[in-house]
């Protein structure tokens, strides 16, 4: 058996820093690219490009040719854990599970059938494919699948805290048999075992070694090969010997483009065949208005990536959920979507996005938008006044343009609907300082986003609303509801979070999580604002382009049309 034994103070030291590493990461090579426009800005785009990679849009080829502005810090799967090297993983690997295209049912991958559960939802016993090689020609086996998660739980890479923190064990217990037990009952752990960088690697070419990562290969048994990896452009050849479906295409061209703007204008001029991750709102309106004339699609999803405000109940008077409830009644999401996205987002009313059928609106129905009715009575009844006003700050990272946006138009809002009652100071700070002194409650309120690991409810309720020590009169103490900025406690929703966890049995899952949601819409730690829309383009021709609602992009599924 290969085990893994480790410290409690490592898990709480993870559990501190996750949240920080997250956010930072994500945001700084997300949504700073993502959302870099200014609201004075013209819709006109700029003339500079950048080079051509070896590969473009070739009309004699059966190759495809995507553009992006994300960059890949590592193809390791034990340290990867941005959005681009995840996309790149799911088409170069496979994982134990997946989900049927086009839908969010798990289905196995390199698992023959859905795992056995023991009684005590503490093991896992996962037949395995006996008909999968690795792209270096090694067969796959349980022990390539036992060595390959040992070492992303050793090797302490950034996305280590996901499984390091609820496998117990992990052991080939045959030659194609995998059995894993957890540490507590984890009724999201098959969901989690569709995470990009839950796929195996071979043993001679990796290593189980502290900080041991290789950044710039990878040897997996996905559909593509990794054929070349360059910091502007990124080459996948088909796997001729794969045991799945074969691609639709000959090949991926991946092409790193600057800036938004060249991305833009590279796409336009039929330098690529796809466009995604990621353009400015203001291209995207253009290339949406001009799909018709220009001969291209636009492909729309919503996502799982969620926006919201961490309100600190250690600073007062946020310690008052009266005044909490009247801030989440002042916000108007729809004035923000339209004034800062131009529709391009969908207003939030719960931490579960909207994709998940336990979605409920409980803020929309307690609080609605821009109820600034309700915000002067829960405010006066808090006890402020035209000579006592509420002076709220809210915060910021300096490079988000967008959230800039967004506070100033909470700004202008909040103190025009109630004049004289309601002060509103905008405030930033470097990501770095930000993110890093978050769980220490410096910042009032902070304006933050959420990347989920994988598709299961469980990571929009645990991050934010569970703490490991702490009361009712000190807050949070130790946990996650500290490291998000809000230092919320409540033995209520510590009951119903470790239930939702261990709860195997759907219905009774869904009807505790509506309990979570109640719980949010009375304490309100946290106000949903919204969700982030994605946006594909791609020419007329090129087939099978769709983000699935998992939020996966399939690269073996694009292909052109004849």
């Known amino acids: 058996m290969v085990s893994l034994v480790r410290s409690r103070w490592r898990q709480l030291c993870r559990a501190w820093s996750r949240r920080r590493w997250r956010s930072l990461l994500r945001f700084s090579t997300l949504l700073s690219i993502c959302f870099a426009f200014i609201v004075a800005c013209t819709s006109s785009p700029t003339t500079e490009t950048d080079a051509?990679?070896?590969?473009?849009?070739?009309?004699?080829?059966?190759?495809?040719?995507?553009?992006?502005?994300?960059?890949?810090?590592?193809?390791?799967p034990a340290d990867a854990y941005e959005i681009l090297p995840g996309i790149l993983l799911h088409n170069l690997g496979d994982q134990l599970y997946a989900y049927e295209p086009g839908t969010t049912d798990l289905i196995p991958q390199l698992a023959t059938d859905m795992p056995t559960i023991s009684d005590d939802g503490l093991t896992y016993v996962i037949p395995l494919r006996d008909d999968v090689v690795f792209h270096d020609g090694t067969p796959f086996t349980a022990e390539a699948?036992?060595?390959?998660?040992e070492r992303f739980m050793?090797?302490?890479?950034?996305?280590?805290?996901?499984?390091?923190?609820?496998?117990?064990?992990?052991?080939?217990?045959?030659?194609?048999?995998?059995?894993?037990?957890?540490n507590s009952p984890f009724a999201a752990f098959t969901a989690l075992m569709t995470f990009w960088s839950v796929t195996p690697v071979p043993l001679d070419a990796y290593e189980?070694?502290?900080?041991?990562?290789?950044?710039?290969?990878?040897i997996g048994t996905g559909p593509y090969k990794l054929a070349a990896f360059n910091s502007d452009s990124i080459k996948l050849d088909v796997n001729e010997d794969y045991w799945g479906e074969k691609p639709a295409n000959?090949?991926?061209?991946i092409q790193i483009f600057s800036s938004p703007a060249n991305l833009y204008n590279t796409f336009k001029t039929n330098g690529i065949d796809v466009a995604y991750q990621t353009l400015d709102p203001d291209q995207i309106a253009d290339l949406e208005r001009t799909a018709e004339a220009g001969n291209w699609q636009v492909i729309e999803a919503g996502t799982t990536v969620i926006n919201y405000m961490s309100l600190n109940q250690k600073i007062e008077p946020l310690n008052d959920v009266r005044v909490r409830q009247a801030i989440a009644a002042m916000i108007d999401r729809n004035l923000v979507n339209e004034r800062v996205f131009q529709g391009q987002a969908e207003p939030l009313y719960s931490l579960i996005p909207t994709s998940f059928d336990v979605y409920e609106?409980?803020?929309?129905?307690?609080?609605?938008?821009?109820?600034?009715?309700?915000?002067?009575?829960?405010?006066?009844?808090?006890?402020?006044?035209?000579?006592?006003?509420?002076?709220?700050?809210?915060?910021?990272?300096?490079?988000?343009?967008?959230?800039?946006?967004?506070?100033?138009?909470?700004?202008?809002?909040?103190?025009?609907?109630?004049?004289?009652?309601?002060?509103?100071?905008v405030q930033t700070a470097e990501s770095a300082t930000l993110w890093s002194n978050l769980d220490q409650g410096v910042y009032p309120s902070v304006l933050a986003n959420w990347y989920p690991d994988y598709y299961d409810v469980d990571t929009f309720v645990q991050p934010f609303l569970s703490c490991e020590q702490g009361s009712e009169a000190t807050l949070?103490?130790?946990?996650?509801?500290?490291?998000?900025?809000?230092?919320?406690?409540?033995e209520r929703a510590n009951e119903l979070v470790n239930a939702q966890q261990s709860e195997q049995d759907p219905a009774a899952r869904k009807a505790i999580i509506k309990d979570i949601q109640t719980l949010l819409q009375e304490d309100v730690p946290y106000i949903p604002l919204w969700q982030n829309k994605d946006y594909v383009f791609a020419h007329d021709g090129i087939e099978g382009v769709a983000i699935q609602p998992t939020q996966q992009f399939l690269m073996w599924q694009i292909g052109k049309g004849s």
């Not at 009309?59 to 390791?76: E, H, K, N, Q, Y």
């Not at 699948?145 to 998660?149: D, E, K, N, Q, W």
């Not at 189980?208 to 990878?218: L, Q, R, T």
């Not at 000959?250 to 061209?253: L, M, V």
């Open 154 to 182: 050793q090797n302490g890479g950034r996305p280590a805290f996901l499984l390091a923190d609820r496998i117990e064990s992990v052991e080939a217990t045959g030659d194609y048999e995998l059995t894993v037990t957890l």
């Open 145 to 149: 699948m036992a060595f390959s998660l």
């Open 52 to 76: 051509p990679a070896d590969s473009t849009a070739d009309t004699g080829s059966d190759r495809v040719s995507i553009g992006t502005t994300l960059s890949v810090r590592t193809l390791d």
């Open 476 to 490: 949070c103490e130790e946990g996650q509801s500290q490291g998000s900025g809000s230092f919320y406690y409540s």
């Open 250 to 253: 000959g090949g991926i061209d």
């Open 208 to 218: 189980i070694a502290e900080g041991s990562f290789v950044p710039d290969n990878f």
């Open 361 to 425: 609106p409980v803020l929309q129905d307690a609080y609605g938008d821009g109820n600034f009715e309700l915000a002067e009575q829960l405010l006066r009844d808090a006890g402020f006044s035209e000579e006592n006003p509420f002076i709220f700050e809210i915060w910021y990272p300096t490079a988000s343009t967008t959230r800039s946006v967004v506070a100033n138009t909470l700004k202008e809002s909040f103190e025009t609907g109630l004049p004289g009652l309601v002060s509103v100071t």
